[in-house]
């Protein structure tokens, strides 16, 4: 299929269409989501430059601020019946996060309103003030974008790969992969690590910038390509699948109040747990403690002892070497006398003889 045989599918896509009428659908919105300055505004910019094929705008206010500027659910259009929208970013891989994130995705939040990240159940608190200003006809495509510039960390797989399994369980469709700045050298590497966490469908981009906006027909196929598949995804879905939207905006309320509350249980738990731990550590480091005085004190009475003992080995030393000098004194006086004796008696035998 050609790009204008693209376009024109792309163009005349409508929920009216279907051989089962719309279902209450009328039109599709493009969720993306996922980690903060991983190119979601650029990848917005890209499709909506090769959709008008006119001049280049930064429609999407793509590297506007430090990473990840878009703080808004931003919808943009791209047909009559297609809508891309701009979610925040998570920061981070966390509970906390991704509770924002699925509902962003869920469609719970209003659009073109500040999305904040809200620890306890402030989350719960903004979706049920929301539920009259957000629409149940907006058919959900959810698109997960990464940069291959940023190689997935071991430690972060299967945190990865609970929020796209997540995401699948509340939209009933699994993620579209979109990798952006493919040719940085690790697509085949971050490609990989996606494609072990179950996801099949995965389009690498290089985004259209205000620096290189220069057309070439490979970059405009893949996002026609890109743009067509998510329309056969939501043809499948309502042709094949009885289908009301009214419920389904109810079931995915539900199942992220529900994921609010048992990650606040979770993180009841863990905080608990935290705290035995660090009881755990500080009542370890006081037992280390206390046994340390005891060794220094059992050291000082040693070394009191030593010295008590040697203090009393050199008084005897002393007492002895005194005792010794004494009597080696009294033995020399004694000889000296005996001596003086000898010769005096020596003298008086002298003269008798």
């Not at 050609?2 to 009216?16: C, G, P, T």
């Not at 920061?91 to 994130?101: C, F, R, V, W």
Request: aromatic share 10%; with cysteine.
């Amino acid at each position: 299929m050609d790009m204008e045989e693209l376009k024109r599918v792309i163009n005349n896509f409508s929920f009216d269409r279907l051989k089962n009428g719309n279902q209450g659908f009328n039109q599709i919105l493009i969720q993306l989501f996922g980690l903060l300055g991983h190119g979601k505004s650029s990848f917005i910019n890209t499709c909506i430059y090769v959709w008008q094929d006119g001049e280049y705008k930064n429609w999407a206010k793509a590297n506007e601020g430090d990473g990840g500027f878009t703080k808004h659910r931003i919808p943009h259009t791209i047909t009559s019946n297609i809508m891309v929208v701009d979610n925040r970013g998570l920061p981070k891989l966390d509970a906390y996060g991704s509770g924002e994130i699925f509902a962003q995705l869920g469609n719970l939040l209003p659009l073109e309103k500040e999305v904040n990240f809200n620890k306890g159940f402030g989350l719960v608190d903004r979706i049920v003030k929301s539920e009259k200003l957000v629409k149940t006809s907006d058919f959900i495509v959810p698109v997960f974008v990464h940069s291959v510039k940023h190689i997935i960390p071991p430690e972060e797989i299967n945190e990865l790969k609970s929020v796209l399994h997540t995401a699948r369980d509340l939209t009933g469709i699994y993620p579209i992969v979109v990798l952006t700045h493919k040719t940085y050298g690790n697509l085949t590497t971050v490609e990989s690590s996606f494609r072990d966490m179950g996801i099949e469908r995965i389009f690498a981009f290089e985004n259209y910038t205000q620096e290189d906006h220069f057309k070439t027909r490979g970059r405009h196929e893949e996002v026609l390509k890109f743009l067509q598949e998510v329309i056969k995804d939501a043809q499948f879905r309502v042709e094949h699948q009885t289908r009301n939207p009214v419920k389904e905006m109810h079931d995915r309320t539900q199942f992220v109040i529900n994921y609010v509350h048992r990650r606040e249980k979770m993180m009841e738990l863990e905080s608990l747990e935290r705290k035995k731990a660090f009881e755990k550590a500080m009542k370890e480091k006081e037992i280390k403690r206390q046994e340390e005085d005891l060794e220094r004190d059992r050291q000082r009475r040693r070394e009191a002892d030593d010295a008590n003992l040697k203090k009393r080995r050199e008084e005897l030393e002393r007492q002895r070497s005194a005792e010794q000098a004494r009597y080696e004194a009294e033995m020399r006086a004694q000889q000296e006398a005996n001596y003086k004796k000898g010769k005096k008696f020596f003298g008086l035998f002298g003269k008798k003889k």
